[in-house]
Nanobody, 120 residues
Framework: QVQLVESGGGLVQAGGSLRLSCAAS????????MGWYRQAPGKQRELVAA???????NYADSEKGRFTISRDNAKNTVYLQMTSLKAEDTGVYYC??????????????WGQGTQVTVSS
């Protein structure tokens, strides 16, 4: 069983910064991708950023230059540093982890989400 636990959300003023953390525990395949999705009120969940265990980041266009994803593989933890926050960044941020295991089975896991609210 794999668990993802997010932390670091909260209320921040526009232009401010927040750092989200997500710690994964359980049977985690060494080659994996961990990342963050956001679900804004009334909208579909969308990718914010992701990073492979090899260190390759991928960002949504709207976050490039403002958000930085990083990870500590030894701790199975992924971080999202968010700067220059805007009201439209408001939403529930979900941590994800996915991989194809040794049996060629795709597995994906989600955290319970952490609320980020940016006040304008």
């Amino acid at each position: 069983q794999v668990q993802l636990v997010e932390s670091g959300g909260g209320l921040v003023q526009a232009g401010g910064s927040l750092r989200l953390s997500c710690a994964a525990s359980g049977s985690i395949f060494s080659r994996n991708v961990m990342g963050w999705y956001r679900q804004a009120p009334g909208k579909q969940r969308e990718l914010v950023a992701a990073m492979s265990s090899g260190g390759s980041p991928n960002y949504a266009d709207s976050e490039k230059g403002r958000f930085t994803i990083s990870r500590d593989n030894a701790k199975n933890t992924v971080y999202l540093q968010m700067t220059s926050l805007k009201a439209e960044d408001t939403g529930v941020y979900y941590c994800t982890a996915d991989w194809v295991d040794g049996n060629e089975t795709y597995r994906a896991y989600w955290g319970q989400g952490t609320q980020v609210t940016v006040s304008s």
